[in-house]
């Protein structure tokens, strides 16, 4: 099986929430993975120096995209038209327009229970590119998404839950929100909690496996 891995974020070096979620669970992934597996790293730039030791069964992409606006939706979709995996991981809530069976993590929705705390940052703002997608997406939404980003964030979230054929979050409260935000079936929603980085770990700290086996495709 060829697996691919949306690893933009975790190869990012201003890591944030998301950023670092995605930088740990990588690293732990390439011990869980079978050998008999392929996997492939998709990113924007070649892989910062921490994910530069890869297992013999992995491989690193980088799908350049010199307008820097959308690569997930441009550059990630043309990859997966001309060259899907069996299986695209997406460890955030944006997966491409264009894409295989798809697994993502949706780690809340904040961005709709409370959108005074998110950003009206226009995306491309201040550019020739940015004013022609601004116009095209209220164009092709019937003005009900602009461009900014808590928009992005929204329509994201919409598009990922309806096509994923599996969702992860990381607790009950988050899965229930979606359900009742989305209209979705709980079954599609796998709750699995974050975990601690080894070097945080502690003899007095011990964390259970799940009861039932993780099934994510």
Request: charge should be positive.
């Amino acid at each position: 099986m060829v697996i691919g891995i949306d690893a933009s974020r975790g190869n990012d070096l201003h890591r944030t929430g998301t950023e670092w979620y995605s930088f740990h669970l990588m690293n732990k992934l390439k011990s869980i993975i079978p050998s008999s597996d392929t996997v492939v790293l998709y990113s924007k730039e070649p892989l910062q120096e921490d994910w530069a030791q890869l297992p013999p069964n992995w491989s690193s992409k980088v799908l350049s995209w010199k307008p820097g606006l959308l690569w997930t939706q441009v550059r990630l979709s043309w990859e997966m038209a001309w060259r899907k995996p069996d299986v695209l991981f997406v460890p955030a809530h944006t997966i491409p327009f264009i894409h295989p069976k798809t697994v993502l993590v949706a780690h809340d929705i904040g961005f709709e229970k409370e959108q005074q705390l998110y950003g009206s940052t226009q995306i491309g703002k201040k550019s020739f590119l940015g004013a022609v997608l601004g116009f095209v997406v209220r164009l092709i939404t019937f003005g009900r998404y602009g461009t900014s980003e808590l928009d992005y964030h929204r329509w994201a979230m919409r598009f990922g839950v309806k096509h994923a054929c599996r969702i992860i979050t990381i607790s009950n409260f988050s899965k229930q929100e979606m359900v009742g935000a989305y209209h979705l079936d709980p079954s599609r929603i796998q709750v699995i909690w974050h975990a601690l980085p080894d070097e945080y770990r502690t003899t007095h700290i011990q964390i259970e496996p799940p009861a039932t086996p993780v099934i994510l495709y």
